[in-house]
């Protein structure tokens, strides 16, 4: 691996950081009764989750794999279902969350929403695991 591949790789890792670290902490977050704030997603997962597809395709790419082999698919797949999950349910949910909250000034009517964020979460750090594990087994290479 040259040097620019293996730059590729750390800049597809630091994404991947990017964009999961946070929804790590959003379940606790929820738990607490604390509203994850959407910036963050809008500044931190979604990026990342972009830098996790673009990076992907350079490393597919400078690396010669073919993108009809079937993990590579797969991880392509499981990246946009994260970017949409994201992008549509997650944001969305913390908005009203936020809007709710400035609205009705308590946090007992967002406690279904945070729910809610709790549970993309837990559909996103499904899709990372599996797409962790295609990775790394490669089913079909």
Known sequence: MSTS???????????AIAAF???????ML???GVAPPPRATQW????GLVGLFV????????????????WI??????????IAVALFLLLPTQRQIVDLADRAGGDTATAPLLKRVSMYS??????????IVDMIWKPGA
């Open 122 to 131: 837990g559909v996103l750090h499904l899709l990372l695991f599996v797409a």
């Open 73 to 82: 698919s797969l991880a392509f797949l499981l990246n946009l279902a994260a």
């Open 21 to 27: 670290g946070p929804l790590l902490v959003y379940p």
């Open 55 to 70: 990076f992907g395709l350079a490393l597919v790419s400078a690396l010669g794999f073919e993108f009809s082999d079937p």
């Open 30 to 32: 929820g738990a607490s």
């Open 44 to 47: 931190i997962v979604l990026p």
């Open 5 to 15: 591949d293996k730059i590729l790789f750390l800049l597809h890792l630091l994404s």
